[in-house]
């Protein structure tokens, strides 16, 4: 009900603005032209207040105020700022209308309801503020502080004063030197806050070197894997062809040696001698490039050992080697 008796008193004031609006003497400030614009531009405020567009008719009635700068229509004005959340633009616009001077003769009754709506919203919204206090601590010496609410600087010397605000969200900032820190604070009306900041400066942490161990230098040369496997399958490969051959030829040998009297043999045998000759040649070829192999490999599993040596120590401590090689044979000797 009280509610809606104030809708009510909202809607007759605002009749009466308009009525007033219509009924004012022509002057130097306002024209006709003025006064219907501005009758227009209020009954769109209206239009939308009751459509709950706030900002479209707050828009309107500024418009309108902006002419007139009358009490009616500043009064609109303030109260749908405090619709939308305005308190400190309302007080702000109640200020304005109750400094409007009072006319030499009895303004009009309209004019009069409004001051005194003015007043009394103008006390209302004074305890519906709420507050935000800032608390600044470990400031470093030498430094002061500044402090922004939503991106307003404020006055050094009001900076630990409750700061009046809108209800609703705000960003607040203090900053000291290279320090910075940033606080969302939330309040409600008639809410009272405190937010503290640590101004003091963290010392970064400092980057630790990284030190690599020490690698043994490593012989990254192919020749020695190239001579141990190379020479060694060489050396098995000659063996095995002077052997097979060699058998060959010892084989043609004895049955040459069954025609053969003191050591002379018939003319037919001569292509059968001449074939265990070659024989022989290839075998003997054959043993020496194998004998050539067995070295090049023992040469390379000498020259590898001593490589992993100088990267392990440890491992190969007292080991020696000692390449033997024979006019028939190949081998390696030393101490393990």
Not at 18 to 34: G, V
Not at 108 to 125: I, K
Request: aromatic share 4%; net charge positive.
């Amino acid at each position: 009900m009280q509610r809606l008796f104030r809708h009510v008193s909202i809607a007759m004031l605002t009749a009466s603005a308009l009525l007033t609006i219509s009924a004012l003497p022509a002057s130097a400030d306002t024209t006709p032209s003025d006064r219907e614009t501005a009758r227009n531009l209020m009954d769109e405020g209206d239009a939308k207040r009751d459509k709950s567009d706030f900002k479209g008719a707050l828009k309107s009635y500024e418009a309108a105020d902006a002419i007139m700068h009358v009490p009616t229509t500043g009064i609109d004005v303030a109260r749908t700022q405090v619709s939308l959340g305005l308190l400190l633009e309302a007080r702000e616009t109640l200020a304005r209308v109750l400094r409007l001077p009072l006319p030499a003769k009895q303004e009009p009754a309209p004019f009069t309801a409004a001051r005194v709506s003015a007043e009394s919203l103008n006390t209302d919204l004074s305890a519906r503020l709420p507050s935000i206090a800032v608390v600044i601590a470990n400031v470093e010496p030498g430094q002061s502080a500044v402090v922004t609410f939503d991106g307003e600087v404020v006055a050094a010397a009001a900076v630990q004063a409750p700061r009046k605000v809108n209800p609703g969200r705000h960003v607040v900032i203090a900053r000291s030197g290279s320090v910075e820190k940033k606080q969302l604070v939330d309040v409600a009306e008639r809410e009272s806050k405190t937010v503290t900041f640590d101004l003091k400066a963290t010392a970064l942490p400092q980057a630790r070197a990284v030190v690599q161990p020490a690698r043994a230098p490593t012989d990254t040369s192919p020749l020695p894997g190239v001579l141990l496997y190379g020479g060694f399958g060489l050396g098995a490969a000659g063996i095995a062809v002077g052997t097979v051959m060699g058998l060959a030829s010892i084989a043609k040998v004895s049955d040459i040696k069954k025609d053969c009297q003191n050591n002379t043999c018939p003319p037919s045998r001569q292509s059968d001698i001449d074939s265990a000759k070659s024989l022989g040649t290839v075998a003997t070829v054959a043993f020496v490039v194998g004998a050539v192999g067995v070295g090049a490999g023992i040469v390379g599993l000498v020259l590898k050992s001593k490589t992993s040596s100088e990267a392990t120590p440890s491992a190969t401590s007292g080991r020696s080697f000692r390449a033997d090689v024979g006019p028939t044979w190949a081998g390696v000797s030393g101490a393990f």
